[in-house]
């Protein structure tokens, strides 16, 4: 059985940094790339990031890029994604999720895990 | 990168049939056949329902079918169920970051 469990989340100041991390569990973990997707209060799914299977191509959506970086430790079966800069538009539910060998879809998810970006 | 767009709501009745689209460029959703539609209900993750356009994974009901006509993806729900009541979002992949829809309430009256 497919898991993904996210950990890391909380509160932070607006520009302070925050990791996030996603054990993976029941499945090849370093043949499938993986995704980080957020939704804020209320609002819709907004896709993050994304890494290859062997992490050695990553992909950011603009909103992110130069603050967030994914990565991934194949032997401990986790994806990672450092958050820097944070903004209050940051703020959400940030969710781990596998990819089949691309990004183009996503076939399970994890729960989530809160990030709340205030003062 | 922007997002695709959907209707805000969509409603029909038990039994019924609905269609849901979902609207994008010629660089995303009229570009690659990796149209997916995801389900979610209050306060859970998102749950895949339709990939690369018009596939089902296993286990989701055979009511629910996908299509693509151009830049345009549509989602049909026949034989609507009290269940169905839930929001739906539409995603793309396009060349080196995916976009998602920004999402359409169902409800089943």
């Known amino acids: 059985e497919v898991q993904l469990l996210e950990s890391g989340g909380g509160l932070v100041q607006p520009g302070g940094s925050l990791r996030l991390s996603c054990a993976a569990s029941?499945?090849?973990?370093?043949?499938?790339?993986m995704s980080w997707v957020r939704q804020a209060p209320g609002k819709g799914l907004e896709w993050v990031s994304g890494?290859?299977?062997?992490?050695?191509?990553?992909y950011y959506a603009d909103s992110v890029k130069g603050r967030f970086t994914i990565s991934r430790d194949n032997s401990e079966n986790t994806v990672y994604l450092q958050m820097n800069s944070l903004r209050g538009e940051d703020t959400a539910v940030y969710y781990c999720?596998?990819?089949?060998?691309?990004?183009?879809?996503?076939?399970?998810w994890g729960q989530g895990t809160l990030v709340t970006v205030s003062s | 990168q922007s997002a695709l767009t959907q209707p805000r709501s969509v409603s029909g009745s038990p039994g019924q049939s609905v269609t849901i689209s979902c609207t994008g460029t010629?660089?995303?959703?009229?570009?690659?056949?990796?149209v997916s539609w995801y389900q979610q209900h209050p306060g859970k993750a998102p749950k895949l329902m339709i990939f690369?356009?018009?596939k089902r994974p296993s286990g989701v009901p055979d009511r629910f079918s996908g299509s693509k006509s151009g830049n345009t993806a549509s989602l049909t729900i026949s034989g609507l169920q009290a269940e169905d009541d839930s929001d739906y979002y539409c995603?793309?992949?396009?060349?080196?970051?995916?976009?998602f829809g920004g999402g359409t309430k169902l409800t089943v009256l």
């Open positions: 690369d356009v018009s």
């Open positions: 010629s660089s995303d959703v009229g570009g690659y056949n990796y």
């Open positions: 029941g499945f090849t973990f370093s043949s499938y790339a």
């Open positions: 890494i290859s299977g062997s992490g050695g191509s990553t």
């Open positions: 999720a596998k990819n089949p060998g691309s990004m183009r879809y996503f076939d399970y």
């Open positions: 995603c793309s992949y396009a060349a080196g970051y995916v976009v």
